[in-house]
C-alpha cells in the first residue's frame, strides 16, 4: 500500500500496487511479512502531519514477520527466524546521542514506513541489529501493536519518575492501542490508573475491563491528585488539564510524534516543581525489555484485524475513534 502524496485519510490516500521485492543490504534482512500494526503516527504520515520526505512511500512501523533472506555480514539472525520492526530504522551510531545511550535522539536516524519503506507490504528490509525476535508467547496479532504502540507506552511509563509503582497514581488520556497497553504494564507493576478519555463507552468499558480504578472523559478531574500523566492523544488541549490533575512534582509525559498545538495556561498550573516532557522513539533497550516484560506480565492486545488491501479504511477508522484497542493488517 503505496502513498505517494498526503492526503486527507477520507479520500483513501494508499494505493495498492505491485513494487519490485526488496533486496537485504550487507547488513539486513528480509522479512516476508505476516501481519503489520496501524498506528496514529502512520495517519499523521499519510495526511501529512509529519512533512513528506520521499515521492512514494509504503507506511507501517509495526512489522511482524519470518526472515526469508539475510546479507552478507549478518550473524544473528536466522532464516526462518520470525521477527519484529518497530519505528527507529537506523540510526548513525556516531552523534552524540548514539554514543550516550540515547539513540532515540540520533541526528540522523531513518524511520520504518516514513523514511524508508515499511510492512503495509509483502515484504520489507531492516537492518538486523534494529530487529527484535518476539517471544513464542504472542500471535502475530498480538505481537504487531506491541512494537510501537507498547514500546512507546513502555518509554512513557519509564520517563513519568516513578520509582516506586505500588500504589502510585497514573493518568492516562486517550486510550487507544498505546493506552491499552500501558495500562496493563502499570497495573501489573500495581499502580492505579486513571483513564480520561473520549465519551465512548467502548472505550471506556476496555479500560475498566483491563482494571482501571477510574475513567472519565479527557478533561474530567479523577477523584485524587496523580503521581504522574501519560497524554498518548495528539490533542494540545488537553495538556493544562492533565496539569491541574497532577500532584506536587507530578510529571506529565507526551506520548505522540505530533500534536495540535498547546493553548497558554497560568503558571501555577506549572508550579509546585511539575515537569512536561515528550517522549521521542524508542531505544533498542527500551524495544527490547518491554518485550521481556510485556510475556512476564503478559500484555494482551485487544485486535481489530482488517487485509492489506483495507489500510484506507483501517485508517479512517483510526481517525475517527473507531478502532477498539489496536487495528492490525493481516498479509
Not at 21 to 32: C, L, S, Y
Not at 201 to 226: D, F
Not at 230 to 245: C, D, K, N, R, T
Amino acid at each position: 500500500m503505496v502513498l505517494d502524496r498526503p492526503s486527507p485519510i477520507d479520500t483513501g490516500p494508499l494505493r495498492l500496487s505491485e513494487i519490485p521485492i526488496p533486496e537485504p543490504a550487507d547488513d539486513e534482512v528480509r522479512i516476508e511479512v505476516r501481519a503489520c500494526g496501524v498506528c496514529r503516527t502512520d495517519l499523521h504520515v499519510c495526511e501529512g502531519d509529519l512533512e513528506h520526505r520521499r515521492s512514494s512511500v509504503v507506511p507501517g512501523h509495526q512489522v511482524v514477520g519470518i526472515v526469508d533472506a539475510i546479507g552478507a555480514n549478518v550473524i544473528d539472525r536466522t532464516i526462518g527466524q520470525r521477527v519484529g520492526v518497530a519505528w527507529l530504522h537506523r540510526t548513525c551510531g556516531s552523534c552524540t546521542f548514539c554514543g550516550s545511550g540515547r539513540e532515540n535522539l540520533c541526528d540522523a536516524p531513518d524511520f520504518t514506513g516514513w523514511t524508508v519503506d515499511g510492512g503495509f507490504a509483502e515484504y520489507v528490509v531492516a537492518p538486523a541489529s534494529f530487529t527484535y525476535p518476539l517471544p513464542a508467547g504472542f500471535s502475530d496479532l498480538q505481537a504487531a501493536p506491541l512494537l510501537c504502540a507498547g514500546i512507546i507506552g513502555y518509554r512513557c511509563l519509564r520517563v513519568t519518575g516513578i520509582e516506586d509503582w505500588s500504589g502510585a497514581r497514573l493518568g492516562l488520556y486517550g486510550f487507544g492501542a498505546a493506552g491499552h497497553v500501558a495500562i496493563q504494564i502499570a497495573r501489573a507493576r500495581g499502580a492505579d490508573v486513571y483513564v480520561c478519555t473520549r465519551d465512548r463507552a467502548k472505550h471506556r468499558a476496555l479500560a475498566e475491563e483491563l482494571g482501571a480504578t477510574w475513567t472519565g472523559g479527557t478533561t474530567e478531574t479523577p477523584p485524587v491528585p496523580l503521581d504522574a500523566g501519560i497524554i498518548f492523544a495528539p490533542a494540545g488541549e488537553i495538556i493544562p488539564p492533565a496539569l491541574s490533575h497532577l500532584s506536587k512534582g507530578g510529571t506529565l509525559v507526551l506520548g505522540g510524534i505530533h500534536m495540535s498545538p498547546i493553548p497558554s495556561f497560568p503558571y501555577e498550573l506549572l508550579y509546585g516543581e511539575r515537569v512536561i516532557r515528550s517522549v521521542a522513539n524508542n531505544t533498542r533497550r527500551d524495544g527490547h525489555e518491554f518485550l521481556e516484560e510485556a510475556a512476564a506480565v503478559p500484555v494482551r492486545c485487544h485486535t481489530e484485524v482488517f487485509p492489506l488491501e483495507e489500510a484506507n479504511e483501517a485508517l479512517r477508522r483510526l481517525a475517527h475513534d473507531g478502532i477498539r484497542g489496536a487495528a492490525v493488517l493481516t498479509v
